[in-house]
């Protein structure tokens, strides 16, 4: 697969490094919504912050990318951590079932995301 190809700029706002990062690790690519198009219409808007500065997790870059579902009329989000935010490990933190289904370190539960943001 070659995300950047699949995922154009001009319509898809990602890194060059995620769309490699996507490209290497399946699992991770599988984990997002973006992977399942016919359920989930990708919203061009995507959202990054940091932690405060002095928190344990502060070089890191979360990645908020929104989504409609089909299926339920609704908005929901992937959302990712860029490690260091040096662009080259990412997190995606998602639903448990989905975990279970794609295991990789890269795939993490969402509790897990809240657990870190508020050590």
């Excluded at 950047?4 to 690519?29: H, I, N, W």
């Excluded at 599988?30 to 928190?55: C, D, E, M, W, Y």
């Excluded at 662009?87 to 794609?102: C, G, L, M, Q, R």
Aim: glycine share 2%; net charge positive; hydrophobic share 35%.
């Amino acid at each position: 697969m070659n995300s950047r190809k699949k995922f154009p700029k001009k319509y898809y706002p990602f890194s060059d490094e995620l769309c490699a990062f996507m490209d290497r690790e399946v699992d991770f690519y599988n984990s997002l919504k973006i992977s399942q198009p016919k359920r989930f219409v990708f919203v061009r808007i995507i959202f990054t912050s940091h932690t405060p500065a002095g928190h344990l997790l502060e070089k890191d870059e979360v990645i908020g990318m929104w989504y409609f579902d089909k299926n339920n009329a609704k908005f929901k989000q992937d959302f990712i951590v860029n490690k260091n935010s040096d662009n080259k490990e990412f997190i995606s933190y998602t639903a448990k079932k989905v975990v279970k289904k794609f295991c990789s370190r890269y795939v993490q539960e969402i509790d897990n995301f809240f657990f870190e943001i508020r050590e």
